[in-house]
């Protein structure tokens, strides 16, 4: 789907296995963690607090990442579900993930003053929905059932999208007779399970149209390529990032299917089981992209106490991007 990126490995093993005959090592994922539109979300909700002081609300978790929600949440952020558990007039702050018109609309009734964290990357695609829906298209989005990103964009035009949830959701798929067909997708699937999902859709309906560009965003695929490039020299991998996490639970997916021997998701290093640690001589290290870098430290400290200090990057891209704060925010940034 885009451009290749260099590898640049830097796997190399060493000549000297420690007493017990096994050299442990463990290949740190390089993209890994924070994308642009993370960071941008979870300073807009600090720079929202400074701004406008304690209690703030958010629609939703800002990202999907246990130790960034109850770390705002200590700071006076409220997190609701929906606009009508936020007290008239307060500040709403939407999630990266976007919301659909629906949701402003309901703002605007509560007269909420809102201030948006959409990643630009998930407006995009919102923007392309509005596109075809305008042009008549029947739009195929490619996406996880009940996941905030995949409203939020159906919700542009409710009646031309119709959710694909992976390659199996296929065959239930149908469109109006002659009509043109595009898919779009959320920003963070497995871009070989979308593939996938592509494939079969265009087998089924040749007049298939793809999107202008890329929506399974840079930071999704770097971390992909990334992980892949490491897999299949890892006897265990470690993801950090939450279960609600849609683009780290893909990561865990991607290292098994690259080859790792085990792949695990922990929030935390605490949740590091050191029985996974037996017989084991190469851990690789990733996070996903809503993941603060403080986390992954922590299980860099356990494993290097347990035998695994030796720590090599795998570097498969650089990541230069940074997003703008929201209007009324941006003179705030540091
Ligand atoms: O979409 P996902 O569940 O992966 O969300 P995260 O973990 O919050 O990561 C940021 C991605 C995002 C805001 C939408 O692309
Ligand atoms: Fe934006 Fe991609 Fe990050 Fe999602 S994962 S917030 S689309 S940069």
């Not at 149209?209 to 265990?236: F, G, H, W």
């Not at 639970?249 to 590091?272: F, I, T």
Request: with cysteine; charged share 25%.
């Amino acid at each position: 789907m885009s451009s290749a990126v260099p590898l640049n490995l830097g796997i190399a093993r060493s000549a000297d296995p420690d007493a017990a005959g096994v050299d442990k090592r463990v290949l740190l994922a390089e993209p890994r963690g924070y994308c642009a539109g993370v960071d941008r979300a979870v300073e807009t909700v600090e720079k929202s607090l400074e701004k406008h002081g304690a209690p703030i609300y958010v629609r939703k978790e800002i990202v999907h990442n246990r130790h960034v929600v109850d770390t705002l949440a200590e700071r006076g952020v409220i997190f609701v579900d929906e606009t009508d558990e936020v007290p008239e007039g307060s500040v709403l702050v939407f999630s990266a993930h976007g919301v659909s018109p629906a949701v402003h609309a309901a703002a605007e009734e509560r007269n909420l003053h809102t201030i948006d964290a959409t990643c630009p990357l998930v407006t995009k695609v919102h923007q392309e929905a509005k596109r075809f829906a305008r042009d008549d298209y029947d739009i195929l989005l490619i996406g996880h059932e009940g996941h905030e990103e995949v409203e939020g964009t159906a919700g542009e035009a409710p009646d031309h999208v119709q959710l694909v949830d992976g390659p199996d959701a296929v065959e239930n798929i149908t469109v109006r007779e002659g009509a043109k067909v595009v898919w779009l997708s959320q920003t963070t699937l497995s871009v070989d399970e979308t593939m996938e999902t592509v494939h079969r859709l265009r087998q089924k309906f040749p007049q298939l149209e793809d999107p202008p560009s890329d929506d399974i965003c840079y930071a999704t695929q770097n971390r992909q390529v990334a992980v892949k490039a490491m897999a299949s020299e890892c006897d265990l991998v470690i993801v950090v990032g939450s279960r609600n996490s849609s683009n780290s639970v893909r990561l865990v997916e991607v290292a098994l299917g690259a080859g790792a021997r085990a792949a695990h998701l922990v929030d935390y290093a605490r949740e590091v089981d050191v029985a996974w640690l037996d017989g084991v001589r190469t851990v690789g290290i990733t996070s996903g992209a809503s993941v603060p870098e403080i986390l992954v430290r922590g299980v860099i400290d356990l494993l290097a106490e347990h035998g695994f200090a030796n720590v090599q990057p795998v570097t498969t891209a650089n990541e230069t991007l940074v997003f703008s704060l929201p209007r009324e925010l941006r003179a705030a940034r540091t």
